[in-house]
C-alpha cells in the first residue's frame, strides 16, 4: 500500500468508525451510503463502535502469506460485536491453539506491516482476548 492511500484511511484504522441508520437504527461496518437493511439513505451517521464482541468462527493459519512468516502460526477470526456488524480480525497476544468460538474480544491496535526495509509502518486493529 502507498503512503498517500495509508494517510487517507488513518481514520479508519485509528478508529472502528461504521455508520448508524437514522431510520432503523442498525450499525453497520465498513460505513455505508445506503443503509443494507431499510434500504434508505440520508440518514447514515459516522457511529464510533465500542470495540468489543464475540468470536463467531476463526482459522489457525501455519502458512503464512510474504511478510507474515514470522508471526506463524497465527489466527483469524470473525468477530462480531456487540453493536452488531461482524468484522474480520487477526487474534493476538494469545496462544492460537487456546482460541474458542465464544470467546470475548476487544480491538487493539498493533503493528500490520512495513512498506520495506525502511518504509513507514502501519498500523491498524487486532482482536485481543479478555
Known sequence: MGVPRFWREIPNRYNII???CGYCNKVFFPPRFICPSCRRKGKLEPH????????????????????????????????????GPRLTAQVTDCDPNQIKIGDEVEMVFRRIGQEGDDGPIYYGY???LI
Open 18 to 20: 461504521g455508520t448508524k
Open 126 to 128: 487486532k482482536a485481543r
Open 48 to 83: 464510533k463502535l465500542k470495540g468489543r464482541g464475540k468470536i463467531v468462527t476463526f482459522a489457525v493459519t501455519h502458512v503464512a502469506p510474504n511478510g507474515f512468516e514470522d508471526q506463524v502460526p497465527y489466527a483469524i477470526a470473525i468477530i462480531e460485536l456487540e453493536e
